[in-house]
Nanobody, 123 residues
Framework: QVQLVESGGGLVQAGGSLELSCAAS????????MGWFRQAPGKEREFVAA????????SYADSVKGRFTISRDNAKNTVRLQMKRLTPEDTAVYYC????????????????WGQGTQVTVSS
C-alpha cells in the first residue's frame, strides 16, 4: 500500500510557473513508477506525465511537452511536477499516482492515487 499526498497547487496567472509535489509513504517508493494526471471541470481525467522507478526515463502528454517536467527523489519519497508557461487550459485538479511496476506511460493502469491539488490559471 502506498499513500500519496499532493501539495503546491494554487492560483497563478497565465504565463506563470508552479511546482507540484507529491509525498509518498508506505512500501518502498523506489519500486514504483510515478505519474501525474489532471482533471478539468466537465472533462475526463487525463495523463500528464510519468517517470520510471529510477527516474531515468520520462514521458509526457503532447499538451504539456516542453513546458512541464516530472522528477523524483527516491531518498525523500517525493515526485515533483514543474509547470512553466501555464495557460488557462492547464486549470484542473492534479493527481499524483503510483504504479506497481518499474515504468509507466499513458497506457499504464496506475494502482494508487492521491486526493489531488487544484491548479487554477487565470487569463
Amino acid at each position: 500500500q502506498v499513500q500519496l499526498v499532493e501539495s503546491g497547487g494554487g492560483l497563478v496567472q497565465a504565463g506563470g510557473s508552479l511546482e507540484l509535489s507529491c509525498a509518498a509513504s508506505g512500501r518502498p517508493f523506489s519500486s514504483y513508477a510515478m505519474g501525474w494526471f489532471r482533471q478539468a471541470p466537465g472533462k475526463e481525467r487525463e495523463f500528464v506525465a510519468a517517470i520510471t522507478w529510477s527516474g531515468s526515463s520520462t514521458s509526457y502528454a503532447d499538451s504539456v511537452k516542453g513546458r512541464f517536467t516530472i522528477s523524483r527523489d527516491n531518498a525523500k519519497n517525493t515526485v515533483r511536477l514543474q509547470m512553466k508557461r501555464l495557460t488557462p487550459e492547464d486549470t484542473a485538479v492534479y493527481y499524483c499516482a503510483a504504479a506497481r511496476r518499474p515504468s509507466a506511460t499513458v497506457h499504464t493502469p496506475f494502482d494508487y492515487w492521491g486526493q489531488g491539488t487544484q491548479v487554477t490559471v487565470s487569463s
